[in-house]
């Protein structure tokens, strides 16, 4: 499978397709989003994208992302 930019890897999610990131951190099989093998995203059988927020009560991310990924 072809190593894609994070955006891409984004766009083939929210399009139901498999991706994997240039550096395999973030990957989706079509349906869940993984960042570091934590997945972060679902997409519905209508197309409909789920993003979770990992930030506790101070506003602190729970887990490191690197954005911009979405």
């Known amino acids: ?3 894609l930019r994070n955006d891409l890897v ?5 399009d139901g397709e498999n ?12 349906t869940s989003l993984f960042s570091y093998k934590l ?8 197309g409909v ?3 979770g927020d990992f930030t ?3 506003g602190f991310r ?3 992302l690197q954005p911009p990924y979405v």
Not at 21 to 30: K, P
Not at 39 to 46: Q, Y
Request: aromatic share 6%; with cysteine.
């Open 56 to 58: 506790n009560a101070r």
């Open 19 to 30: 991706a994997v990131s240039h550096t395999g951190a973030l990957c989706t099989d079509g």
């Open 39 to 46: 997945k972060i995203g679902h997409r519905s059988r209508s």
């Open 62 to 64: 729970l887990y490191v």
């Open 49 to 51: 994208t789920i993003i």
């Open 10 to 14: 984004i766009q083939k999610w929210k």
């Open 1 to 3: 499978m072809t190593r």
